[in-house]
């Protein structure tokens, strides 16, 4: 029985380390990002800015999605945004983390619809 628990453990560990992410491709510096999520669960993508462009991120689905942004130097992992428009200065050039979460509230399952735009 023991042995039985350590495997599982070992299993969900492994499994909770390689979380999937999506490099986004902006045509014209715009990105539309879509998909379908149920209660509690989320989507990575990741993305590159140069130091200085400006981020801007539409949520048209705010109601029932919210989204973080991280970067392991200026954004720490704090708290999910659920802004239908949020903006920021690119601090440094290099990958972001872009996280996508479908709120408990509403529906059960639902589809998101964002778009991210880099100038």
């Given at each position: ?11 969900i ?24 999520l149920?209660n509690?669960q989320?989507?990575?993508f990741?993305?590159s800015?140069t ?6 991120i ?29 903006y ?15 709120k408990?509230?509403?529906?059960r399952?639902?589809?998101?619809s964002?778009t991210i735009?880099?100038?």
């Amino acid at each position: 029985m023991r042995q039985v628990l350590l495997v599982l453990f070992a299993i969900i560990a492994f499994a909770s380390v390689s979380v999937a992410q999506e490099r986004i491709a902006f045509g014209n510096g715009t990105a539309s990002l879509t998909g379908s999520l149920s209660n509690g669960q989320v989507r990575h993508f990741v993305f590159s800015a140069t130091q200085g462009q400006t981020v801007t991120i539409k949520n048209s689905t705010s109601s029932v999605f919210d989204f973080r942004v991280y970067n392991e130097v200026f954004f720490d992992e704090g708290d999910y945004d659920s802004s239908a428009s949020y903006y920021f200065e690119a601090p440094e050039t290099g990958d972001y983390l872009f996280t996508v979460r479908k709120k408990v509230a509403g529906p059960r399952m639902a589809r998101f619809s964002m778009t991210i735009k880099i100038k």
